[in-house]
Nanobody, 117 residues
Framework: QVQLVESGGGLVQPGGSLRLSCAASGFTFSSYAMSWVRQAPGKGLEWVSDINSGGGSTWYADSVKGRFTLSRDNAKNTLYLQMNSLKPEDTAVYYC??????????WGQGTQVTVSS
């Protein structure tokens, strides 16, 4: 069955960096676009970034553009989100999601990112 397992979250000071990973299994990873979506405390889901199946194209929310970089290693079935210059408003649970079209069909369990001094 499809599994998406996020890791790499934690507590970091403002201005710091983290790299999130999402290990995928149960489907042909290289055939699908993937996304990161986050949910801050008490707020709704917020799209963060997309990457196409080959990894050659990426898209970012304005709130993270220039600070976050999304990449993938199709040989390792893994998605990465490099997050730099983190701000307190980046605090959220971060989810990776499989994107077969203009919707998500599978989600991971999420990883908590807390940006605080």
């Amino acid at each position: 069955q499809v599994q998406l397992v996020e890791s790499g979250g934690g507590l970091v000071q403002p201005g710091g960096s983290l790299r999130l990973s999402c290990a995928a299994s149960g489907f042909t990873f290289s055939s699908y676009a993937m996304s990161w979506v986050r949910q801050a405390p008490g707020k709704g889901l917020e799209w963060v970034s997309d990457i196409n199946s080959g990894g050659g194209s990426t898209w970012y929310a304005d709130s993270v553009k220039g600070r976050f970089t999304l990449s993938r290693d199709n040989a390792k079935n893994t998605l990465y989100l490099q997050m730099n210059s983190l701000k307190p408003e980046d605090t959220a649970v971060y989810y990776c999601a499989k994107r077969p079209g203009s919707y998500y069909d599978y989600w991971g369990q999420g990883t908590q990112v807390t940006v605080s001094s």
